[in-house]
Structure formats: C-alpha cells, structure tokens
C-alpha cells in the first residue's frame, strides 16, 4: 500500500498504488474522507479492521489532508491513502478527475465538512454517506445522512456510526498504527540518546491553541521531578516548536533532552514504543502514542477527553470540566483561573506516580 500525494505527476501515482491490492478488489470501491488534523485520523482508524472484516474484498482508500497521511503508513486495511492537494486549482481540478475515474462505490466521509461533502458528491459514488450537523446545503450532497450525536460521545464512537449504516453493527477497537522503523534505525535513535540505562519519559508540551497548552514552566518543573526519580526525559514536538522546547529546557534544573522536530515520524513511533510515559497536551502526539501503546497522561482544558481523549490500554487524563464555551477562541478570559492553569504540577506528578511501576515502588 503507498501513498499518494496528488500533487505528483501521474504516473507518479500509477507507480505508488499497490496494484497486487487494486486487482484483487474488482467489486466494492470504499473512499473514506477526513479532512482535519493528525490526531483525527488516529481516531479515525479503529473503523478499518471492521470494514475490511466485512467487505475483505474491497478496495479501499483513504483520503487526508497533507500533513496527516504518515499515521496510516503500513496499514493492512487499507489499499491506498490520497493526500488531498491545496495549491493551484489546476491541480485541485486533476484530483477530481482522478476521484471520478476510481469510479467508487461508496463514500463514508467522517468530516463534516463543506470540501468533503462537495468531493463525496463529485466521486460520483451511488452511496454516500455523511454527516452534517450543521444543517447546511452541504446535506444535499450525501445519499444518506448520517445521524449526528457529535459532542455526546467520543469521537471513535461517533465514526463507528459511519461504518453502522453499512450493517455493521460491532463495537470499534482501540486506534491503532503500523509505521514500521528498520531496526538499525532504532538502535541509532536510542544509542544517539544516550539513555544510560534509565526508562525514558516523553513531555509534549504545545498545542495547536495556546488555550489548551499547559504552563511552560510547569512542563519543566515535572521534567525536573522525573528526572529526580531516575528518568530521562525527552520534549517531542515539530521543528518549528524547538524553540519553545528550549524555554523549557531553560527554565529546568535538570535539563531534559530536547527532541522537537528532530525525529521523523518512524522514529518518533519508535520512541513512544520504547517510552514508559508520555505526559501532553490535547493533541495529535497524545493519540499516536496510545495507538502504538505507550501509556498516556493526557492535560485537558477547554476540550473534553470524555469525547476527544487518548483511547488506549492505559490512558489517564486530567481535566477540570469548565465551562468554556463563552471564550474558547481566540482567547481566554479567566487569566490564572483558566482550566490549564488549574491543573497543578503536583497532580501531574501524582497521576504519573500512579502510572509508573518504578515510582510507585519508591
């Protein structure tokens, strides 16, 4: 399974598609559409070992934004995953005759937005379904829509009614990912480390919002407390984060390694399965780490983790519960009394000497 980056040429394309898969798929043509952030598309993937439990015949393909498409590198369920271009409308033009001549079946698009409603209608697919909670003109594009409890569930739940008005009525699983990372590569990562034999905790520290971001200087004073308890400890996050990694590292005692933006996404998979901890914010590093089963401690404020939270085997999240509606963006009016701000450090550490064998022994 590769994928495709609609941006390259064609026969690009033609040389990224598996064609061992798309020959054995003669029947059912199944588009899956999410068009939003990484963390989504991590929520997102329990519905595939369901669909091609169903339909093993399938072709299936998955279309996503540009950015997000790594977290299903190597997934099994899949025959192909489309990153959708957002440059020159020559292009954008090209993709649409591309959807067309896959002549899809069936459309399941898990976005609930204008862009995708409008590419579910262009697929030109018999079956297309959708939600539109809004109650927008972009309804008329479905088949059928889709009834939409979104809010009142969490959010793999909330997809599963997606794959429901299929006949698939089993409960979903956990998220999952599959990014395989060459053992020399590995070892590489870790040697690089210099670990030293201590258990590794990993910190991700920044948000998309700043309202849902935890006190910097909190981060660094629980980098310090692990690091104290026998820890290493590692920031993870983009490139364009690293300086803020380096306030943090600034603002420590004891330093912890600063790592943002210098991992690939197969190494930083890698890193989380070899991590016995990450503690973060609301976010898309938060998701791939319980999909590759790292335990999570998850810091929630303005977003509730009853429907946005990490789905895992061993997940913990700490949340205040406000109100947030009346300043969720842009900004926040409570100043000190904001909901991250509530969450203290010594909970932090608290939730985390619950979680971590080693510290509940000392």
Known sequence: MGIINM???????TLAT????????????????????????????????????????????????????????????LNAVWVLPRQSWWQQLRFIQRVRAEKFTTVIDLTDGDRSAFLSWISG???????????????K??????????????????????IAALGIAEPVGNPEIYISTQRTEQERLFSDLSLNGRPLVLLHPTARYSIKAWPLERFAAVADWFIDQGY??????????????QQIVNLSKQKPMNLMGQTRLSQLTALMKRSHLLVG???????????????????????????????????????KGLNCEECFYPGCSRGEESCMRKISVEEVCHAAQSMLPILRES
């Open 141 to 162: 594009f479905y088949s059928r829509l889709l009834s939409s409890a979104y809010g009142s569930m969490h959010m793999v739940d909330y997809h599963q009614q997606a």
């Open 125 to 139: 697919a018999s079956m297309r379904l959708g939600y539109n909670r809004d109650r927008r003109w972009r309804g």
């Open 18 to 77: 598996d064609q061992s898969l798309d020959d054995s798929a003669s029947g059912m043509r199944i588009l899956l559409i999410k068009l939003r952030y990484m963390g989504d598309v991590v929520l997102s993937t329990p519905v595939l070992p369901l669909l091609r439990k169903h339909f093993p015949d399938a072709k299936i393909t998955f279309l996503v934004n540009p950015g997000t498409a790594g977290v299903l590198q190597d997934n099994p369920y």
């Open 232 to 245: 290493s400890v590692a920031l993870i996050g983009s490139q364009r984060e690293f300086q803020i990694g």
């Open 281 to 319: 914010n609301d976010g898309g590093p938060m998701h791939i780490a319980a999909a590759v089963g790292c335990p999570v401690l998850g810091l929630f404020g303005p977003t509730n983790p009853a429907v946005w939270g990490p789905r895992g085997s061993h997940v913990k999240v700490i949340y």
């Open 7 to 13: 941006r390259e040429s064609d026969e690009a394309v």
